[in-house]
């Protein structure tokens, strides 16, 4: 090999290392999922619901003495305050009727009013409602048009939904008993009125309340 033709090689070697040196490394990172940056934009803002929950003026969500073993562990959100709830532990030790809704269910409209109406009366099991599959500021919105003060969960992640097993159909309902045991009711699907309410509640807790 002459001399010029080396020389001409040392050259291109020593272009070469300046490049791979100065290469962008920003590309490089957002290439390689390992590389410890973002590969998607980060998600948006939850939207502000203070006004929405004031308005709707839900009771608060307290735990129960027990857990709901089918639902321990379920997340979702106390729509009273946005607090993260688990399902099990809020729904255990005391015979509860949790009742599943969405905002686009026509015949949950004209349940949830009666749901209200029983759970004022005396002698009343206490009412929990479930919002799936629906924005959560129209559920408050509805709610409070409705009057319906008693506590709702918002099932963000269909994690309490699942484990409810609840079918496509709505309205839903389902009495929990103090022992954790629930049982969907499947007579009336739809409550017509607060003495259904009231009938049904006795037939399936009977002396387990």
Not at 127 to 134: N, R
Not at 188 to 200: E, N
């Amino acid at each position: 090999m002459n001399t010029a033709l080396r020389w001409a090689l040392v050259v291109v070697i020593l272009a070469v290392a300046v490049t791979v040196a100065v290469w962008p490394r920003d590309s490089a990172r957002s290439a390689d999922p390992d590389a410890g940056q973002a590969l998607t934009a980060p998600a948006e803002p939850e939207p502000d619901l203070t006004a929405a929950r004031q308005a709707a003026g839900l009771a608060a969500c307290a735990n129960g003495s027990a857990t709901v073993a089918t639902l321990r562990g379920a997340r979702a959100e106390c729509m009273a305050d946005g607090t993260a709830v688990d399902a099990g532990n809020f729904l255990g030790g005391r015979p509860v009727l949790v009742n599943v809704w969405a905002t686009w269910c026509a015949p949950c409209r004209d349940e949830l009013p009666l749901l209200a109406e029983y759970a004022a009366s005396p002698g009343a099991v206490s009412v929990v409602g479930l919002a799936v599959q629906s924005p959560q500021r129209d559920a408050l919105d509805l709610l409070g048009s409705l009057g319906v003060r008693y506590p709702n969960l918002f099932d963000r992640d269909d994690q309490v939904r699942k484990g409810l097993r609840v079918p496509d159909a709505l309205p839903a309902s389902y009495l929990i008993r103090a022992d954790g045991t629930v049982t969907m009711v499947a007579q009336p699907r739809v409550f017509r009125s607060v003495a259904d309410i009231r009938t049904t509640v006795d037939r399936y807790l009977g002396g387990g309340r």
